[in-house]
């Protein structure tokens, strides 16, 4: 299983998953800002991260996420059982449309964009989403995780992108910011990112 990354990207996502479930891979670097480079991403828009599993590639996060998840079984990360990934499926919705959304914007407004281009109202509109979709964050109690008592394909995405909204000066309270440090302090993740940013 061959994986195309990049550092500080959504690559991360699909590493830390991998190293989750202890399935072997490959990392392949690209350098995505290089026209010229040699080692380019298949992904059919040049983006990473990409999967290429023999006769198998996939684009995009989450269906590549998915797929590991899939071919490599698990009962707790990401359970066949409906009920169990139903709650998993609708935190992962969440991190990806409520949460994701507004924060890559202020992202690429704060890092991507010449700040002389950049756009005031945007930026404005963006952290109040932003403000807003982690502030409806909360565990449950009694719960160490997202969903429950297990560490789940959900507290991958959930993590990864308040860990983008802390980037972007999102406050972030103590209850979530602590489960963003036990999320962070696992060996797999500390792993990932290493191979990710390397």
């Known amino acids: 299983m061959k994986i195309y990354t990049y550092p500080k990207s959504r690559s991360l996502r699909v590493l830390w998953t991998l190293e989750e479930i202890g399935a072997p891979y490959e990392s392949v670097k690209v350098d995505l800002f290089n026209p010229t480079s040699c080692i380019k991403s298949p992904h059919s828009r040049g983006k990473v991260p990409f999967l290429s599993d023999g006769d198998v590639s996939i684009e995009e996060t989450l269906a590549i996420c998915i797929y590991i998840c899939e ?3 698990s009962t707790t990360f990401y359970p066949a059982e409906p009920k169990l990934r139903s709650t998993i499926n609708s935190w992962l919705s969440y991190a990806l449309t409520d949460l994701e959304s507004p924060v890559w914007n202020l992202l690429k407004q704060q890092v991507f964009i010449p700040e002389n281009q950049r756009n005031s109202g945007l930026i404005d509109y963006a952290k109040s989403e932003a403000n807003r979709a982690v502030n409806q964050i909360r565990l449950n109690k009694g719960y160490e995780w ?3 008592s297990n560490f789940t394909l959900a507290d991958i995405f959930v993590t990864h992108t308040l860990l983008w909204a802390k980037l972007c000066g ?3 309270n103590s209850e979530i910011k602590d489960y963003m440090d036990r999320a962070m302090s696992r060996p797999t993740y500390l ?3 290493e191979r990710n940013n390397r």
């Open 71 to 73: 071919k490599y079984s």
């Open 146 to 148: 997202i969903t429950g």
């Open 191 to 193: 792993k990932a990112q």
């Open 170 to 172: 999102i406050a972030i």
